[in-house]
């Protein structure tokens, strides 16, 4: 198998409506998430180390790639483009090389949207915005870089109006129910994915029932999906 195909087995807890991913960004991840599965992978490929370590840089080689009518490309699943660090002129460029796919479905994830807003007119026609989450609290101690906090990115991702958004809560983490409700609705996102830790990380989880109500109270104002990684908790 090769290493790109490997990546993708390896990332099992992939949204089952994506059918390709596409890294134009290579550099160190500024966030440094302990529970990242590309931890692992730079200690097993040589070649994800090279790309995902250093400076931010564009892979040239990445921008002669074509995507299909109506393809779910997910953009930058070992790094993330609208990190604070990353220069303007990288996400510029890398949005205008996605403009020339129209009818192509873009999926950009990120920790920091509120800078995707700075760049939402740059953005491809077909282009879903999505956050990820653990909690609607904090936990500092499994980041070993810079990261927003919670409220900072559900706030972000409220701004928009004119592309789909969700919020992805992965790996899921023990929660506050009627504070994080009302945190998720006033986001008010066309989906919420939710997802379990994959790591060999002890982290606090929560409890099945009570997740079992987060979804059932999320229902109510949003479509909801459970990503396949969910499982192990419920």
């Known amino acids: 198998m090769d290493t790109k195909k490997q990546i993708f087995k390896d990332n099992g807890n992939m949204y089952d409506f994506v059918n390709k991913t596409h890294n134009i960004l290579g550099g160190e991840c500024l966030h440094k998430c302990s529970y990242c599965y590309v931890?692992?992978?730079k200690k097993r490929f040589e070649e994800i180390n090279n790309k995902y370590s250093g400076d931010y840089k564009i892979v040239e080689k990445e921008l002669s790639k074509k995507f299909k009518v109506n393809e779910n490309v997910f953009v930058g699943n070992c790094n993330d483009l609208f990190q604070k660090d990353v220069p303007d002129l990288f996400i510029k460029e890398i949005l205008k090389f996605y403009r020339g796919f129209r009818e192509t479905n873009f999926i950009f994830q990120t920790k920091n949207p509120h800078r995707v807003i700075y760049h939402a007119s740059e953005l491809p026609i077909k282009s879903t915005v999505i956050t990820t989450i653990e909690s609607n609290r904090d936990y500092p101690e499994i980041y070993n870089g810079e990261v927003p906090k919670i409220k900072d990115r559900i706030n972000g991702i409220s701004f928009f109006t004119l592309v789909k958004t969700q919020i992805t809560i992965e790996p899921i983490l023990d929660f506050d129910l009627e504070i994080f409700v009302a945190m998720l609705k006033k986001a008010n996102v066309n989906q919420i994915n939710i997802g379990a830790n994959t790591s060999k990380l002890k982290l606090?989880?929560?409890?099945?029932?009570?997740i079992l109500y987060l979804i059932k109270e999320l229902?109510?104002?949003?479509?909801?999906?459970?990503?396949?990684?969910?499982?192990?908790?419920?």
């Open 219 to 234: 229902e109510t104002f949003t479509v909801v999906k459970q990503k396949s990684n969910l499982e192990r908790l419920l």
């Open 204 to 210: 606090p989880e929560p409890r099945a029932n009570k």
């Open 39 to 41: 931890n692992s992978m």
